[in-house]
T-cell receptor
Framework: GQNIDQPTEMTATEGAIVQINCTYQTSGFNGLFWYQQHAGEAPTFLSYNVLDGLEEKGRFSSFLSRSKGYSYLLLKELQMKDSASYLCAVLTDSWGKFQFGAGTQVVVTP | NAGVTQTPKFRVLKTGQSMTLLCAQDMNHEYMYWYRQDPGMGLRLIHYSVGEGTTAKGEVPDGYNVSRLKKQNFLLGLESAAPSQTSVYFC????????????FGQGTRLTVV
């Protein structure tokens, strides 16, 4: 079967760094995506990895190891507005089908 | 630029009633999707479409039907609503290119009583 695992919740202090891990076992792999979802809102795209290595976009970085079925999202210099759910998603085929993890709720405290 | 628009935003149905959720995108995307999101379960794919006139089943298609008569619109129908279909429904669209990111609508909160 297909499985995407990520922690349910993480808490960190404003200004700190948090790393959200995601492990996956899927029938196909065409890329790994991270989305941010604030409560009551739609998911919004954060980052995308298709090759192994680190992708950096401002305060957010994402890493992928295809051989290990592993990715992480790194949030630096945390701000209160970063309190949200972070969804790990695998693009499983060339028709644009995504398999989503259940999401990691990040709580940023003052 | 509106992006992906879903209507309605909220709806309460009685068991056995029917309804249609409308999704419209103005980005000329080929692919469109309907997901449901339930607490602790993440987004699950209901049905999807890879182009005008095409539809395919996703992970949880039972109890739902879809149509894509126009490229910009993707309709999700519930023929006989059940309490198990109480959920938040998200529509999304994308193009299969180097980025392939999906753009989501704001969601429809559906309660079946």
């Amino acid at each position: 079967g297909q499985n995407i695992d990520q922690p349910t919740e993480m808490t960190a202090t404003e200004g700190a760094i948090v790393q959200i891990n995601c492990t996956y076992q899927t029938s196909g792999f065409n890329g790994l995506f991270w989305y941010q979802q604030h409560a009551g809102e739609a998911p919004t795209f954060l980052s995308y990895n298709v090759l192994d290595g680190l992708e950096e976009k401002g305060r957010f970085s994402s890493f992928l190891s295809r051989s290990k079925g592993y990715s992480y999202l790194l949030l630096k210099e945390l701000q209160m507005k970063d309190s949200a759910s972070y969804l790990c998603a695998v693009l499983t085929d060339s028709w644009g089908k995504f398999q989503f993890g259940a999401g990691t709720q990040v709580v940023v405290t003052p | 630029n509106a992006g992906v628009t879903q209507t309605p935003k909220f709806r309460v149905l009685k068991t056995g009633q029917s309804m249609t959720l409308l999704c419209a995108q103005d980005m000329n995307h080929e692919y469109m999707y309907w997901y449901r999101q339930d607490p602790g379960m993440g987004l699950r794919l209901i049905h999807y479409s890879v182009g005008e006139g095409t539809t395919a089943k996703g992970e949880v298609p039972d109890g739902y039907n879809v149509s894509r008569l126009k490229k910009q619109n993707f309709l999700l129908g519930l023929e006989s609503a059940a309490p198990s279909q109480t959920s938040v429904y998200f529509c999304a669209s994308s193009n299969w290119d180097s980025s392939a990111e999906a753009f989501f609508g704001q969601g429809t909160r559906l309660t079946v009583v």
